[in-house]
């Protein structure tokens, strides 16, 4: 009975490492396999941009802050609802969304959607605004907050997009110095402690304040600094970044870098699986979901 006993103990306590292991490992989408999820039903005449999900909830967001709720059910996916963001305007390109780590309320059905403005335009004169929104799927929404970074310096150039690591609590900026394809442009990455809902209704972010600050070039030339930026998202200590517009010139393709030692792990063209734009991407179940124009969306799985 007691070597049963022990032989049971050891065999538990195998499978929780291996458990372990395989949950701490990072997600390696070289040769990925890649399949359509589903044509998108937005609003016609606007570009799809940002998009956030929250357990089996797809929040689609396209130009100007028009929001499209679905429920992810397999390989397909639900129209739940439709409506304009409260900081639905013009001015708001939408890019980047991204759930947040508190609610507004503990019975909200979802955690604060935290939205980049990202465009030239001024949002209500400022740049670089990251709007933050409590969402549901029947109630009016609300623009409980407005984050911006005071960039006097003009360490970012066309447009920030905003990015959360939920894992650490850190609000991320990442964005172009001068342009997409401008002369002398380059990538930089800006890493804030995540602004709290009682910080006020308009938090005020300093570059001095960073935990850090550099760019991407500087760290590993194979990034180029002239490509078409699209959205980005945090798994684990890894940014995976889209970019591209799905064209020859302009090609699909993903780039990871690693958070923690600041080097490219992966640069993985999937211009043949996905000839279309790359817009915003997140991690679901293990997988990638990318959002696309004219290609719907999109699942990555990786290789086992």
């Known amino acids: 009975m007691e070597k049963t006993l022990t032989r049971f103990v050891i065999l538990s306590a195998t499978i929780v490492t291996l458990l372990s292991m395989s949950a701490c490992k990072p997600l390696d989408f070289s040769g990925a396999s890649v399949q359509k999820i589903a044509d998108l039903q937005g609003v016609q005449g606007q570009s799809y941009q940002g998009m956030a999900i929250w357990k089996d909830y797809l929040v689609s967001l396209q130009n100007t802050g028009w929001a499209t709720i679905y429920r992810l059910d397999g390989d397909s996916i639900q129209l739940l609802r439709q409506f304009p963001l409260a900081s639905q305007m013009k001015e708001n390109h939408a890019n980047v969304a991204f759930f947040g780590t508190e609610r507004y309320d503990k019975t909200d059905d979802f955690p604060l959607l935290y939205v980049s403005q990202c465009s030239k335009q001024l949002y209500n004169g400022m740049k670089d605004v990251c709007l933050v929104e409590r969402i549901s799927l029947t109630a009016p929404p609300q623009l409980v907050q407005t984050i911006v970074l005071d960039d006097k310096e003009g360490l970012f150039g066309y447009a920030l997009q905003w990015m959360i690591d939920r894992k650490h609590n850190l609000l991320i900026g990442y964005g172009n110095t001068v342009e997409n394809m401008g002369k002398g442009n380059r990538w930089r990455t800006m890493i804030f402690p995540m602004p709290k809902l009682s910080d006020g209704s308009v938090v005020h972010l300093r570059p001095q304040d960073a935990l850090d600050n550099y760019c991407i070039q500087d760290l590993d030339p194979r990034f180029p600094s002239n490509h078409i930026g699209q959205g980005a998202c ?71």
């Open 234 to 304: 945090i798994i684990k200590d890894q940014m995976f970044i889209p970019v591209g517009l799905g064209t020859e010139k302009h090609p699909s393709i993903l780039y990871v870098w690693n958070m923690k030692e600041k080097r490219l792990d992966h640069i993985l063209n999937f211009q043949e699986q996905v000839p279309h734009e790359f817009e915003d991407c997140e991690p679901y179940r293990r997988t990638l979901i990318m959002q696309t124009n004219g290609g719907g969306v999109v699942r990555f799985r990786p290789n086992r």
